[in-house]
Structures are given as C-alpha cells and as structure tokens.
C-alpha cells in the first residue's frame, strides 16, 4: 500500500498544477479513438458512465452527450476542478466529479453501465487489479473501453519508447504491449468486442512542456533519439525536432 500511495501523490503533483493545460491539449481533445469513443456510446446510450482517470476531461465531453450521468474520476481535485469548470462552460450539467484510485473505485458492484478510460492506464501501478476495479463496477453484458498507447512489443523498441516516457513524466509505470492488454483483459472478466490500433504524432516541444519536463531530461531525451538506432528512428518517425510517432489502440470489451 505504501508504494502505491507514493505513486498517486507522484500522479497528483505532477499533473494537478497543469490541469488548464491538459483541458487545452490538441492531442487530448481530438483522435481517432475519442470519435470511437463517440458513436460507441451515442448506439448505447448508458444510464451511468465512468471516466477512469479522467484527465483534461475529454472522455467526460464525449460521454455527456449520450449517457445520463457521468462520473469523471482522477487522483488530481485540480484536474476534475477544471473538468467541472468546464463543463459548466459547457452546458454539460450531468457531469459530476469523483476523486478516486482507480485500484479501489468508491462505486457499488454493476453501479455502472459503461466505462471508458483513455491515456491513463499506463500511470496505474497495478493493471490487472484496476482492471478487476473496472470489472466489478459494471453490470454483466456492459461496455468498457480502454484507449492508451501501446509498446511496440519486441525489447529494442519497448525499451526506447518506456525509457522516453519516464524521463519525460516520473510517473509513467508502463506503456504495454497489445497483447500484454489481451491477456489482462480476458483475465479480470471481460471479453473482446473489438480492438483498434492507430499512430498518433506527438509535436516534441509542447509532449515535454505540457507536463513540465526538467531542461536536463529533456536533453537526455533528445539524446536518446539522436542516438538511437535506424530501426528505433524508424519506427518512431523520430524528426529532426525530436517530434515522434507512436503506437496506440482502443480495446472494446464486454463484461463478461
């Protein structure tokens, strides 16, 4: 318990005083897998959604259009004080905020009828536990999605893209592999409807400064990149501005 105590106060100071700017993000308020999200819920139209580590609150936006209630759920009071702000802004009056770890969720057993959780899953300390969480939360025969950035897989390339992610943001735990996701997945419950993979481009300068990386990491990343081998600078489009390109994937799946 201590070490995961240490780790949600790791998540809440690094990203509770950039709130605004995860709210603003190009990156976090658009994609392929945020337009999944969308036409998803708008066909199921749930009763009760929940944000699993709901950031800039952007999963909340597309939600609130489509279920009745919203529960948008973060370590961070700043980052859902801006998500309720907003939505306020917004007109989106059935959005409600809930701080929470994901490893022990404050809901009853099938509370939920939908859950989506998206760029987050890879700061949990504990992925099959959260998502036994997210499967206890939800009623037999409901949706969840899961949208994150993936590892490639093979050593050389997954090496690369943690070591980058963790110098950039001490609170990264993992990026995992698609099939790393499959197996947990299946393990705590649920099962496949579908799974999508896309590559998304991270524009360098705003990747480092959206978080607040220190000057030397992000000389250390630079680094790296400069530095990497042809198959790594392939497969990450590193450019000559250190801006990359990497893996992510949406998994659509039911609880079982």
């Excluded at 770890?101 to 939908?114: K, Q, T, V, Y």
Aim: charged share 20%; glycine share 8%; hydrophobic share 45%.
């Amino acid at each position: 318990m201590a070490s995961s105590m240490s780790q949600n106060v790791l998540i809440d100071r690094q990203f509770g005083i950039r709130a605004a700017s995860y709210v603003a993000s190009a990156v976090h308020a658009s994609g392929s897998d945020l337009a999944y999200l969308g036409e998803r819920i708008a066909e199921l139209n749930p009763e009760t959604a929940v944000d699993l580590g709901a950031g800039g609150g952007h999963v909340s936006y597309t939600m609130a259009g489509f279920a009745r209630r919203v529960v948008a759920c973060d370590l961070s009071q700043e980052m859902l004080a801006a998500v309720a702000e907003t939505a306020r802004n917004r007109g989106l009056s059935n959005i409600e905020t809930q701080v929470c770890d994901i490893h022990a969720l404050p809901f009853g057993d099938g509370e939920a009828d939908f859950v989506a959780s998206r760029f987050s899953a890879h700061h949990w300390t504990d992925l099959p536990g959260a998502l036994r969480e997210a499967r206890r939360i939800l009623k037999e025969g409901s949706t969840a999605i899961f949208m994150d950035v993936v590892s490639p897989g093979t050593p050389l390339l997954d090496t690369h893209l943690q070591t980058v992610e963790l110098l950039r943001d001490p609170s990264h735990v993992r990026d995992y592999s698609v099939s790393e996701w499959l197996r947990e997945l299946q393990s705590a419950g649920f099962s496949l409807r579908r799974s999508v993979g896309a590559r998304l481009r991270l524009d360098f300068a705003s990747w480092v400064e959206r978080i607040g990386t220190d000057p030397e990491f992000t000389s250390a990343i630079r680094l790296l990149q400069k530095t990497a081998s042809g198959n790594v600078a392939r497969h990450f489009a590193i450019e000559d501005d250190g801006s990359f390109t990497i893996d992510t994937a949406v998994f659509e799946v039911l609880a079982a």
